[in-house]
């Protein structure tokens, strides 16, 4: 066996931060066909233009991944996270996805989603620290 080095460090490190993220990328792409992910980004600005909140995802082949979403304290129970969604799946299905995903640890998320039209599609109980892993999906029709 070659002599190989392993280093470990508590520093960030944005030398293996691209590298590990052009090369499983690129190993992705390669794996879905020469598909690429197209990120989407939705934000939510208040009247000094403020983003207050906003939602982020990558949509692949025929599926959207929410991977973060976010209002607002002060900005809740008014509806504009469900106008991100809104947003979201219409950029979706301009994507030619079929499929919405999402996963949370948020306690109070649960409902929200399960409203906004997702079914929880599993549950890792005691994920991290007394938290629960879930995961939702939600089929959107193609047609606009």
Do not use: W
């Not at 906004?116 to 879930?134: A, C, P, Q, V, W």
């Amino acid at each position: 066996m070659k002599n190989y080095s392993f280093e470990i460090s508590e520093s960030e490190n944005n030398q293996l931060d691209k590298y590990l993220n052009k090369e499983l990328n690129n190993y992705g792409i390669a794996e879905a066909g020469g598909n690429s992910p197209k990120y989407i980004y939705c934000s939510i600005n208040d009247e000094n233009n403020h983003i207050i909140g906003g939602i982020k995802g990558y949509a692949m082949l025929n599926i959207f991944y929410i991977s973060q979403l976010f209002v607002n304290e002060k900005h809740r129970g008014i509806g504009l996270g469900k106008r991100l969604l809104s947003e979201i799946e219409v950029a979706a299905k301009n994507h030619n996805c079929n499929i919405i995903r999402l996963d949370t640890l948020n306690r109070k998320s649960h409902k929200f989603y399960e409203k906004s039209g997702f079914e929880k599609t599993i549950t890792i109980h005691e994920y991290m620290n007394g938290f629960d892993l879930l995961f939702f999906h939600k089929n959107i029709n193609k047609s606009i």
